[in-house]
């Protein structure tokens, strides 16, 4: 299965500044997905980016807030902006993978944020 | 928003013991996947169920896809500490590898040694 490599692994931010996450997938990928996941809790889908176009927000999350880019087929950013302590988070990137007789995602490993 | 519930949300159990997670919807999907988190990582794929009344072993875990393709079950037996972890599961409205997957709200599993 694909391997993505996330970073940072955790970080702790002041309020007002912005973290830049970064995603790294072994092999070229069309659809990157970001997730925001509180701890022990499901997956909230914020944002699927395609390369070559711009990124499709889920209701709720806005560009300006969580910039994306996806400069090639196997690397894409997500910016957390102007942090408040409701953005302390683990973020997830995520892609679609096949193998045998499954498929679904597979994920980086994520980022811990802290906003304080 | 196609939503997938999953029952119960927590779960404490003695090493040794079985245990049945659900997870219901109202929707269809073409298919649905299991997934465990530990802390710290990233969800990890257990399996794909495909095909309705589908049924599928990966050593003790038992997993079956609902006739009507809306609910699946996770059956685990004899569960062990290496158990414990988020277990999550996730639709796919549409059979297209392409396709965002709807998750469920979770399962905390925690086995005692």
């Known amino acids: 299965s694909a391997v993505i490599s996330q970073k940072p692994s955790r970080d702790i931010c002041q309020r007002g500044t912005s973290l830049t996450i970064q995603c790294q997938v072994d092999?070229?990928?069309?659809?990157m997905f970001w997730y925001r996941q509180q701890p022990g809790q499901s997956l909230t889908l914020i944002a699927t980016?395609?390369?070559?176009?711009?990124?499709?927000?889920e209701s709720g999350f806005v560009i300006d807030k969580f910039p994306i880019s996806r400069p090639n087929l196997t690397f894409s950013t997500l910016t957390v902006s102007n942090m408040s302590p409701e953005d302390s988070s683990i973020y997830l990137c995520?892609?679609?993978?096949?193998?045998?007789?499954?498929?679904?995602?597979?994920f980086g490993s994520g980022t811990r944020l802290t906003v304080v | 928003t196609q939503l997938l519930e999953q029952s119960p949300q927590f779960l404490s159990i003695q090493e040794g013991e079985n245990l049945t997670v659900y997870c219901n919807s109202s929707?269809?999907?073409?298919?649905l996947q299991w997934y465990r988190q530990e802390p710290g990582e990233g969800p990890v794929l257990l399996v794909t169920?495909?095909?309705?009344?589908e049924v599928k072993k990966l050593k003790r875990l038992t997993f079956q896809f609902g006739d009507a393709r809306k609910d699946s079950s996770l059956h685990i037996t004899a569960a062990q500490p290496g158990d414990t972890g988020l277990y999550l599961c996730?639709?796919?409205?549409?059979?297209?590898?392409?396709?965002?997957?709807?998750f469920g709200t979770g399962t905390s599993l925690t086995v005692i040694p």
């Open positions: 995520s892609v679609v993978r096949v193998w045998e007789t499954n498929y679904g995602y597979t």
């Open positions: 092999s070229q990928v069309t659809m």
């Open positions: 980016a395609n390369q070559g176009s711009e990124a499709t927000y």
């Open positions: 929707s269809v999907f073409s298919s």
């Open positions: 169920v495909v095909t309705g009344g």
């Open positions: 996730a639709g796919d409205p549409r059979r297209n590898t392409g396709n965002q997957f709807y």
